[in-house]
């Protein structure tokens, strides 16, 4: 095979006239292997590592060498036999090997019993073991158990360490006793009470007189004419939110006149309500029946 045969071809399979030659590929040369001057076999600096059961917190404080390191305590990070534990290096030998011709021989394998065992249970009943059938009774249990009853002696009580008069609260009212009487008795009071005040007189209630009632009829009579003149001249155009409030205002108004003026119509007694404190004592007047105020 010539060197051209043996050079690959171009891009598109053809030859070249630069790959007639082959090209020697240049040799690299190794350089020596980069080794730190600092001791590999330090531990990290500041570490924790290994300080369990000792007084150092860290190690290798300084960066130094192991054995020289006096940072955080005088225990070293690294501990002997903690890798695969205890060194045998001077006490087992390779040749010293358990042979057959030994003395020291294994002893012959027995069956193994498990001590302080509990009995166990009854076991299951094998397959050519058949229970014993057509057993059958012509007891009446019934009867048997109903004579048992009967001839049974009777069951006694063990007698009491002390009779009823010995107890102490013997005589005595009960306490669920007392406490149902006291609300009873409470009841009944606050029943007499409210009885009682039922139709308290009240100072600060006072009948209103017939002449009062026509004339101030006739004033809401009169209020309600001026509001309902000032009411039918308002414009038909509700285009703004005052006029909307205003004629809501004056429907309102209206509507409370109507209501108190169709009161004063139709109740004949009316009484007067002394909001300010004053009362009615110098009038004359002791008091009324409160039921009197439903006509209101």
Not at 28 to 41: F, L, P, W
């Given at each position: 095979?010539?060197?051209?045969?043996?050079?690959?071809?171009?891009?598109?399979?053809?030859?070249?006239?630069?790959?007639?030659?082959?090209?020697?590929?240049?040799?690299?040369?190794?350089?020596?292997?980069?080794?730190?001057?600092?001791?590999?076999?330090?531990?990290?600096?500041?570490?924790?590592?290994?300080?369990?059961?000792?007084?150092?917190?860290?190690?290798?404080?300084?960066?130094?060498?192991?054995?020289?390191?006096?940072?955080?305590?005088?225990?070293?990070?690294?501990?002997?036999?903690?890798?695969?534990?205890?060194?045998?290096?001077?006490?087992?030998?390779?040749?010293?090997?358990?042979?057959?011709?030994?003395?020291?021989?294994?002893?012959?394998?027995?069956?193994?019993?498990?001590?302080?065992?509990?009995?166990?249970?009854?076991?299951?009943?094998?397959?050519?073991?058949?229970?014993?059938?057509g057993l059958t009774t012509e007891k009446n249990f019934v009867v048997s158990n109903a004579v048992d009853n009967i001839l049974a002696p009777p069951k006694r009580r063990a007698p009491d360490s002390q009779t009823m008069i010995q107890k102490s609260d013997y005589g005595k009212t009960p306490s669920y006793l007392k406490k149902i009487k006291a609300e009873t008795n409470a009841e009944k009071e606050r029943k007499a009470a409210d009885d009682k005040?039922?139709?308290?007189?009240?100072?600060?209630?006072?009948?209103?007189?017939?002449?009062?009632?026509?004339?101030?009829?006739?004033?809401?009579?009169?209020?309600?004419?001026?509001?309902?003149?000032?009411?039918?001249?308002?414009?038909?155009?509700?285009?703004?939110?005052?006029?909307?409030?205003?004629?809501?205002?004056?429907?309102?108004?209206?509507?409370?006149?109507?209501?108190?003026?169709?009161?004063?119509?139709?109740?004949?007694?009316?009484?007067?309500?002394?909001?300010?404190?004053?009362?009615?004592?110098?009038?004359?007047?002791?008091?009324?029946?409160?039921?009197?105020?439903?006509?209101?």
């Amino acid at each position: 095979m010539t060197a051209a045969a043996a050079m690959p071809t171009g891009i598109y399979g053809e030859e070249s006239v630069y790959r007639l030659i082959p090209v020697e590929e240049p040799k690299v040369e190794k350089g020596t292997m980069y080794r730190s001057r600092h001791n590999a076999k330090a531990p990290p600096s500041y570490s924790t590592f290994g300080t369990a059961g000792t007084s150092k917190k860290i190690g290798n404080c300084s960066g130094v060498e192991p054995e020289f390191d006096t940072g955080g305590g005088n225990h070293k990070a690294k501990k002997s036999m903690s890798s695969i534990g205890v060194s045998v290096a001077n006490t087992v030998s390779p040749q010293t090997y358990l042979k057959k011709s030994c003395s020291k021989q294994l002893p012959e394998p027995t069956k193994f019993v498990r001590k302080n065992v509990v009995s166990k249970k009854t076991g299951v009943p094998r397959q050519n073991e058949k229970p014993v059938m057509g057993l059958t009774t012509e007891k009446n249990f019934v009867v048997s158990n109903a004579v048992d009853n009967i001839l049974a002696p009777p069951k006694r009580r063990a007698p009491d360490s002390q009779t009823m008069i010995q107890k102490s609260d013997y005589g005595k009212t009960p306490s669920y006793l007392k406490k149902i009487k006291a609300e009873t008795n409470a009841e009944k009071e606050r029943k007499a009470a409210d009885d009682k005040g039922a139709y308290p007189l009240d100072n600060k209630l006072c009948l209103l007189s017939e002449s009062e009632r026509k004339e101030l009829l006739s004033c809401l009579k009169s209020k309600w004419e001026q509001l309902n003149k000032a009411y039918q001249a308002l414009t038909f155009s509700m285009d703004t939110m005052t006029k909307v409030s205003r004629k809501e205002m004056q429907e309102a108004e209206l509507d409370k006149l109507e209501r108190a003026i169709q009161k004063l119509s139709f109740k004949k007694c009316i009484f007067l309500y002394d909001d300010m404190g004053c009362g009615f004592n110098e009038m004359g007047i002791k008091g009324c029946d409160p039921r009197l105020a439903k006509s209101m």
